[in-house]
């Protein structure tokens, strides 16, 4: 395995996880408490003695770079191997885009895997969370001699649309494949991690070729090249969605979860700031949740995830929820099936997550957030004694005086002023949209100002707004 170069592909935009990951590159959204999704795959790497790691770099890479920096949390900064981020550039002769895809980001760094020793590449997806020895997996890919090895896996038919599906032979080659198809007739789905001899990447890669998935298996497949499926039983999830996200944090807190963050036999290593040991005061009742170093309790956590760092006082109720870096809950207040970015304030006595409406879809964002699960961006103020509903968005940055009502109705959406004005979709050379791996991108914006939709305001909300922004 010293022999082996792992490339993950850390571009991605996320634009599914919504606010989430409107400033921050998907693989390093944080999961679990004290991890970024990253984390997973990089762990991977070194468990599996692989220390020569190249990460690919696109869409807001800036806390993506600070969090691995040098490497050091995984023992990869070191002279010869460690971890090298890349990102886009612009060569001579070229037009000036982002990667146009997977395959085409691997393309576009095929130099740097062409200086790196030995003949086997692995490629890996940066967002999701799984845990994978890529040991026996390199060796069957050996053991078969073939020009690429993907990992397969079974998972439930109603997501198969969203993957590769494919279909092996008594040998375990790829025999046939269909990329997100509409009506999937399998449940063997490609999970987006691929063994490649450096021989098959350069005579398979080309700049007609973009995407692994769509493009270059498929190729594959069809010129007679030697592609193998690997089966994989192991832990593995697509945290893409909102929902997803949040049930598999959530899963996290189970007796037996499938997820084990304390095997000592496969850690899962981070980049951890020093803070001191969580603390749970005289008044604090904590169920079934994870609690982060750093945070202070003295009201009441049930069934939720709580990064490092977060307050919750007197009389608060967190439930169901993830409540991120250094966010404080105020006395009083409640966060139930929510998700809270990092350094959120919630006033005394407001409520995130009210109501029974869980199918009050968001009018903004309908395909994203429409399950119940209220979010809350980066360094949001939510002032004393508001009440929010479910699938509600509220922006980054969002202040006291930006509300105005005590009620924001489920299914609404705040934002700064600033942010209020309908932009088009940013497009690259080529018609590309800006996300990490060239994909279209999903919804469009609405037409409509983002502002809440509820009655007459309170004569006191101006008042009280003040208070909590102080």
């Not at 790829?174 to 399998?186: D, L």
Request: aromatic residues 6%.
């Amino acid at each position: 395995m010293k022999r082996t170069l792992a490339v993950i592909l850390a571009g991605g935009e996320g634009e599914r996880l919504s606010i989430l990951s409107s400033m921050r590159a998907k693989p390093a959204v944080p999961f679990g408490g004290k991890y970024r999704i990253i984390d997973f795959a990089l762990s991977n790497c070194v468990n599996s003695d692989i220390d020569n790691v190249v990460v690919l770099t696109q869409y807001n890479p800036r806390s993506l770079n600070d969090h691995i920096g040098m490497g050091r949390p995984w023992d990869l900064d070191r002279n010869q191997g460690g971890v090298r981020m890349l990102q886009p550039y612009i060569a001579r002769g070229r037009v000036a885009e982002w990667y146009r895809g997977t395959a085409d980001a691997v393309l576009q760094n095929l130099n740097v895997i062409e200086q790196a020793p030995g003949d086997t590449v692995v490629v890996l997806a940066g967002d999701h969370i799984y845990k994978m020895d890529y040991q026996p997996f390199v060796a069957a890919h050996r053991r078969h001699r073939a020009d690429v090895t993907i990992a397969v896996r079974r998972v439930p038919l109603a997501d198969a649309s969203r993957m590769g599906i494919l279909a092996l032979d008594d040998s375990d080659r790829i025999v046939e494949w269909h990329e997100k198809p509409r009506q999937p007739k399998s449940d063997l789905a490609s999970m987006g991690v691929y063994v490649f001899s450096k021989r098959a990447l350069h005579r398979w890669l080309s700049d007609t070729r973009a995407d692994f998935g769509h493009n270059v298996i498929p190729a594959m497949i069809e010129g007679g090249a030697r592609v193998y499926g690997y089966r994989f039983d192991g832990y593995w999830q697509d945290v893409g969605t909102v929902q997803s996200y949040w049930e598999a944090n959530l899963a996290l807190l189970s007796d037996a979860p499938e997820l084990d963050l304390y095997d000592r036999e496969w850690v899962i290593h981070t980049r951890s700031e020093e803070r001191a040991p969580a603390k749970i005061g005289a008044t604090a009742q904590v169920h079934r949740s994870l609690i982060s170093h750093g945070c202070v309790i003295n009201g009441s956590v049930v069934n939720s995830v709580l990064s490092p760092g977060v307050v919750v006082d007197v009389g608060a109720v967190v439930r169901d929820s993830i409540v991120l870096f250094d966010s404080v809950i105020r006395p009083g207040a409640v966060v139930d099936r929510a998700i809270l970015d990092k350094e959120v304030a919630v006033g005394p006595g407001a409520i995130v997550g009210e109501g029974t409406d869980y199918d009050e879809v968001n009018r903004r964002e309908p395909g994203r957030l429409n399950t119940g699960i209220t979010v809350v961006g980066k360094r949001a103020v939510i002032p004393r004694g508001v009440r929010i509903g479910r699938n509600v968005l509220i922006g980054e940055g969002v202040r006291a005086t930006d509300f105005s009502s005590r009620l924001v109705r489920s299914g609404s959406t705040i934002e700064r002023p600033r942010d209020r004005v309908t932009r088009p979709a940013v497009r690259l050379a080529g018609g590309k949209s800006p996300d990490g791996l060239g994909a279209p991108v999903e919804g469009g914006p609405d037409a409509s100002p983002h502002r809440i939709d509820s009655g007459a305001a309170d004569p006191g909300d101006s008042r009280r707004a003040a208070e909590a922004k102080d």
